[in-house]
């Protein structure tokens, strides 16, 4: 079988469907080059000599490449599934039609086993994005998101405001699951292993700074399943930015709480020459390996870390200052109530938005132009990031807080017993999955899709 040449006619025939993107298998495009390519192939990785792990990466690396468009710009794209499973790659926070969004539940296509394709699309909005497989793992703790599928976007804006001498990415993961029955009965996901940018502290090369610099750190959370706390010995945290979208007031905190899928952009001035560590603030995830060393040129010797005392994190200081307006009855409530059912003794629970599970749950329609608040009430004992593709959102109440503005994610994490309130614009249309990132949560069942009218 010989595919047709494709044509340059053809080509903005296609690139002009579904809002400027496409998607077609890739025999078609062979004369044009991709911008970027992603091969999804079996690599193993050495998180330390003695740490080594067989997974499936992006380009043969962990994290994959890091990539860098400009918002608005045409990318062409290819993916190639060179293993033996089908495969999607989600690109999250990017406002992308559902058909090459990544994800089944919005009609996203798999790629075969084998299979090449290519999608083109203009980036939007700007900012910290990444992307990552969005398969199913059930109870192998070696697939989906506890692999090695998961890579850095920085959506350039059309004019880039922030100051700093340096920029680097920070990935933090957790490698080598197992399931372990808690005091409750139910079956949780634990870890051997935890890595910065696929290395245990002290084996990877350390990040060299010099004195006076100001360092823009990129720091995703790609965890299948844990919140991570990282606070760097003898420094600060200037936040600017949270899931890639500028916050209204940025604040200088001395640690980050990140939960699965979460983004902080923050500057770090580097005004304490010595050798530290940035890592995970509880002992026994550090001890794991959750760790980098920060050295400064000229400096040598032992890299120091202190012990901060207490876990502190705080949506709210990030939103606008001021008293903010209740939304009225322009805005249209969306109630979901998350919960979860005993599945015996030794299984994993349920889990259920409104009392139904996915595929059952409900499939609220949207109304383009529309404004919807989720009102998401936790009744469970667990926390939940939870995340809405294809859309951004703003974090109006948690935690029984006052009203807030000006705070735009698309991952919040909703802790245990309470209720969040988040708003977003219903502007992209198309299906649009709603889910917890927890991966073992969204198989099972922790999953929802809104519809357009
Ligand atoms: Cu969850």
């Known amino acids: 079988m010989s595919p047709q040449p494709l044509t340059r006619r053809r080509f903005a025939q296609l690139s002009g469907m579904a809002a400027g993107s496409a998607l077609l298998p890739g025999a078609a495009w062979a004369a044009a080059p991709a911008d970027v390519t992603l091969e999804i192939a079996p690599y193993t990785f050495e998180a330390s000599p003695k740490h080594r792990f067989r997974t499936v990466a992006y380009n043969g690396q962990v994290p994959g490449p890091l990539l860098r468009m400009r918002q608005g710009q045409q990318q062409t794209i290819e993916v190639r599934n ?34 090449s394709v ?10 910290f994005r990444w992307f990552h497989t969005h398969t199913f793992a059930g109870n192998n703790l070696t697939r ?20 700093y001498d340096r920029e680097i990415f920070l990935g933090l ?90 983004r902080v952009s923050a500057v770090v001035e580097m005004n304490a020459p010595g050798v530290w560590v940035l890592g995970e603030v509880r ?48 805005v249209v409530r969306i109630e979901l109530v998350f919960e979860s059912k005993f599945q015996g003794h030794g299984n994993e629970e349920l889990w259920c938005i409104n009392g139904k599970s996915y595929p059952k749950t409900d499939e ?9 608040r989720l009102v998401m ?20 109440t948690v935690d029984g807080s006052a009203e807030m503005h000006g705070l735009n994610k698309d991952v919040l994490l909703v802790p245990a017993k309470t209720t969040a309130e988040v708003e977003f614009l219903a502007a992209h249309p198309g299906r649009t999955l709603f889910h917890c990132h927890q991966q073992d949560h969204m198989d099972r069942g922790f999953m929802m899709v809104f519809r357009y009218a």
């Not at 090369?205 to 990282?230: A, C, D, F, Y």
């Open 377 to 396: 009430k936790n009744l469970s004992a667990d926390d939940h990031p939870l995340h809405l593709h294809r859309h951004t959102f703003e974090v109006r």
């Open 173 to 262: 993961h957790d490698w080598g699951g197992h399931f372990m029955g808690g005091d409750d009965g139910f079956m949780n996901p634990i870890y051997d292993v935890s890595t910065i940018n696929g290395k245990m502290l002290g084996f990877g090369e350390p990040v060299r700074v010099k004195q006076g610099e100001r360092v823009l750190m990129h720091l995703l959370n790609s965890s299948p399943t844990e919140v991570h706390w990282i606070a760097l010995a003898g420094h600060s945290f200037h936040v600017i930015a949270l899931d890639g979208n500028p916050v209204a007031q940025p604040q200088t905190v001395s640690m980050l709480r990140l939960a699965p899928a979460e």
């Open 364 to 372: 609220p329609v949207l109304k383009m132009g529309q404004r919807y």
């Open 118 to 127: 290519r999608f083109s699309f203009k980036p939007d909005p700007p900012g």
């Open 283 to 330: 002992k026994h995830v550090q001890a794991a390996g959750m760790g980098i060393v920060i050295e400064y040129a000229g400096a040598s010797g032992k890299p120091i870390w202190t012990q901060p005392e207490e876990l502190i994190w705080n949506y709210r200081q990030f939103a606008a200052a001021g008293e903010t307006k209740p939304s009225g009855d322009e």
């Open 82 to 115: 060179l293993t033996t499973e089908p495969e999607i790659v989600h690109w999250h926070g990017l406002f992308l039609p559902s058909e090459i969004d990544g994800a089944m539940e919005e009609g996203t296509p798999m790629i075969a086993p084998g299979e």
């Open 144 to 163: 989906a998101q506890y692999g090695g599928q998961h890579g850095f976007l920085l959506i350039e804006p059309r004019e880039n405001a922030a100051r």
